[in-house]
């Protein structure tokens, strides 16, 4: 397998790694060591962890802030990732695994747990208000989102579990040395008031 390539222009980093499927019956759970795949590239440090769709992490990782809409996962918080109740610049590391609400499947948000139509921008937004300055925002989906002025993007990694199974993209942001009274940080506030 290739190593790691980092684009000299852009200091981006790209890759595909190969990781095990779920196999933890919870659909839409992460791949089995992608998590460690994503510490030992240093991405998941701190005293404050959130993840914003927490699932059945919260297991695993009592110690880490879990939000998910569905009470059955038994999340640290219960509120929509979309506009969670957290106060801004509190968290160290995001980590953010959102249902793909891809009409073509029987995976979408709706289907499975009953909630609105994802808005992987919306959900970005707030992970990005979450963060204190030098936070890596790290989002496992099958989009790759536009990096707002306030993040970097560090990484673009395919992820892909086997036969039968989407590839999908880790993406990996590094959120700027920007306190929450700047005029960027107002302007993220104001573009997620359109956000449904």
Not at 28 to 35: A, C, R, S, T
Not at 156 to 185: D, F, M
Request: net charge positive; glycine share 8%; hydrophobic share 40%.
């Amino acid at each position: 397998m290739k190593k790691l390539r980092v684009c000299p222009k852009s200091a981006i980093e790209y890759d595909f790694w190969n990781v095990s499927r779920a196999g933890n019956g919870y659909i839409g759970g992460f791949p089995k060591g992608l998590l460690a795949r994503i510490k030992e590239k240093g991405w998941i440090k701190g005293d404050v962890v959130v993840n914003l769709f927490g699932g059945f992490v919260g297991k695993k990782h009592p110690d880490w802030l879990n939000v998910d809409i569905n009470k059955w996962v038994y999340p640290t918080i219960i509120a929509d990732s979309h506009h969670s109740p957290l106060k801004n610049e509190i968290a160290d590391t995001i980590i953010l695994d959102p249902p793909y609400d891809d009409p073509t499947t029987r995976f979408t948000g709706a289907a499975l747990y009953g909630v609105k139509p994802l808005s992987v921008i919306g959900v970005l937004k707030e992970a990005i208000r979450i963060a204190k300055a030098g936070t890596y925002i790290i989002l496992l989906h099958f989009l790759v989102p536009p990096a707002p002025k306030i993040v970097k993007r560090i990484a673009v990694i395919a992820v892909w579990q086997g036969p039968n199974h989407r590839i999908r993209a880790l993406s990996v942001y590094r959120k700027n040395g920007i306190s929450e009274n700047t005029e960027q940080t107002k302007l993220l506030e104001a573009d997620k008031k359109d956000i449904p």
